[in-house]
């Protein structure tokens, strides 16, 4: 592995590579060799997330990403909320390419979503606030939805309630559909190595998309080797980037990894 260590950056549902500009920035300035990817129907990424059915098709990009590092190389993986889902994928199919994986407030389900616990565990519980959601019926209103965003009232109460309110609008302005069929399909079977990459977990206390039960609960389930915590909303790289990034950096530590 390289010197330096290469963080690679997973954005969560409807976001994209912008999110992580905050890290991206404290990451450069210290010398880190830092990627950050748009998932497909995501950032500038062209596609209809409506046309999206998978996770392997949502997660191309990063599946292309990591297919085309040299041999040697290794890389330590970021996932954010369902980009969570991103990472274990990418745990399964390439075990061998990541250095660690690094979940924060994300799904870590082993397995994806296979049974009704997972889907206790995993799936955003959002219903005590009412509506929340514009949906989307791409394959036509008598099939299951195709796409889902927040709608925009209920973006700073929710995802960034303890965010500047100038990162809160920019989401706002840049927040696309998430391809919902490929989150709710997620299913994993466990490759032989998936134990063999290191994962941990940084927890957002103030979280109201991923409650924090929930975040333990997945934390019992399938224990990672370091546990952190952050007392942030939903999304840490608005709200707490320091504290995020110096984590980041203390968890490539635990594993020789700077």
Not at 4 to 11: A, I, S, Y
Not at 55 to 74: G, R, V
Not at 181 to 207: E, L, N, Q, W
Not at 241 to 247: D, G, K, T, V
Request: aromatic share 10%; charged share 20%.
């Amino acid at each position: 592995m390289r010197e330096t260590p290469h963080f690679v950056l997973v954005h969560g549902a409807g976001h994209g590579a912008w999110c992580w500009y905050k890290i991206r920035s404290l990451m450069e300035t210290s010398g880190h060799l830092v990627t950050c990817l748009d998932l497909k129907g995501a950032g500038i990424d062209p596609s209809d997330p409506n046309t999206i059915f998978t996770l392997e098709d949502y997660d191309q990009p990063l599946a292309n990403f990591l297919s085309n590092l040299p041999q040697n190389e290794k890389v330590i993986l970021v996932g954010h909320s369902a980009g969570g889902l991103s990472l274990t994928n990418a745990i399964h199919r390439f075990p061998h390419k990541i250095h660690m994986a690094i979940y924060v407030a994300a799904n870590m389900l082993k397995h994806g979503f296979s049974t009704d616990q997972d889907i206790k565990d995993g799936q955003p519980g959002l219903s005590s606030y009412g509506n929340v959601s514009e949906i989307e019926y791409g394959m036509g209103p008598d099939q299951p939805p195709t796409s889902v965003i927040m709608k925009e009232q209920f973006q700073r109460q929710i995802m960034y309630n303890m965010s500047p309110k100038e990162d809160a609008i920019l989401a706002s302005m840049l927040l696309r559909p998430a391809p919902v069929r490929a989150f709710s399909g997620a299913r994993f079977v466990g490759g032989p190595d998936v134990d063999r990459v290191p994962r941990v977990y940084i927890k957002t206390v103030h979280d109201r998309v991923f409650k924090l039960e929930q975040q333990d609960a997945l934390i019992k389930r399938w224990p990672p080797l370091k546990v952190f915590v952050l007392e942030s909303d939903h999304s840490p790289f608005f709200s707490a980037p320091s504290e995020l990034f110096a984590f980041l950096v203390e968890a490539a530590a635990s594993v020789k990894c700077v």
